[in-house]
């Protein structure tokens, strides 16, 4: 199963609207960071939040991580058409033998109405 | 600096064959992973390789094996090909060894099995 499940699993809104996304994790983790990719193509990295931190800004970006809830949330404020795009959360799982996966939730569909 | 770069683009191969992809990362990165993406089981982790050594490893069978070379480029190999395999198969480069820094991915090899 997933480790991460984003919520929701789609989401439109107009142009200049905030979009609020949110990630949900199931095991201890080092960093979560949040990847934006286009129609099928390459994800592109957005934020990187370490697990000691607690909120992150980069630009129109906003994250913040509740290690006790095992959850995180990505907010776009002033969002632009160029903003559509699906959004992943990915966290860092090491298994006991020091075997590390970065595992990626389900995903966000954000679309922008112009 | 030229961004990670994947070939060939797309793929198309006949069940039982087997395929070889390639992928060169950003200049000076030297840890390579590797990436499935599926609308059924989304984004999953294959491997990660630093320093020509599989580093990390997901949850796939072994006709999923791959190898990086002392310039660290990174080929990945499917044997006996099945439907399932039929994927979006993305590479990601990082300065760092481990999966938990910010990975900059290839626009992708898009496989498709007949």
């Known amino acids: 199963s997933q480790q991460g499940e984003e919520d929701p699993q789609a989401l439109s809104i107009q142009e200049g609207e905030n979009a609020t996304m949110n990630c949900s994790y199931k095991t201890s983790i080092n960093n979560l960071q949040w990847y934006r990719q286009n129609s099928g193509r390459g994800l592109v990295h957005l934020i990187l939040?370490?697990?000691?931190?607690r909120e992150k800004h980069s630009g129109r970006l906003r994250v913040t991580l509740d290690t006790s809830k095992k959850s995180s949330s990505l907010l776009i404020t002033a969002s632009r058409a160029a903003d559509t795009a699906s959004y992943f959360c990915?966290?860092?799982?090491?298994?006991?033998?020091?075997?590390?996966?970065?595992?990626f939730g389900t995903g966000t569909r954000l679309t922008i109405i112009p | 600096k030229a961004g990670v770069t994947q070939t060939p683009r797309y793929l198309i191969k006949t069940r039982g064959q087997q395929v070889t992809l390639s992928c060169s990362p950003i200049?000076?990165?030297?840890?390579v992973s590797w990436y499935q993406q599926t609308p059924g089981q989304g984004l999953q982790f294959l491997f990660e390789y630093f320093s020509e050594t599989q580093r990390n490893k997901g949850n796939f069978p072994g006709r999923f094996s791959g190898r990086q070379f002392s310039n660290s480029r990174s080929e990945m190999n499917v044997s006996t090909l099945e439907l399932g395999d039929s994927a979006l198969y993305l590479c990601a480069s990082s300065l760092m060894k481990g999966v938990s820094y910010e990975q900059y991915f290839g626009p992708g090899t898009r496989l498709t099995v007949t």
């Open positions: 200049s000076g990165h030297r840890s």
């Open positions: 990915a966290t860092d799982v090491v298994s006991n033998f020091g075997n590390e996966k970065l595992t």
């Open positions: 939040i370490r697990s000691n931190e």
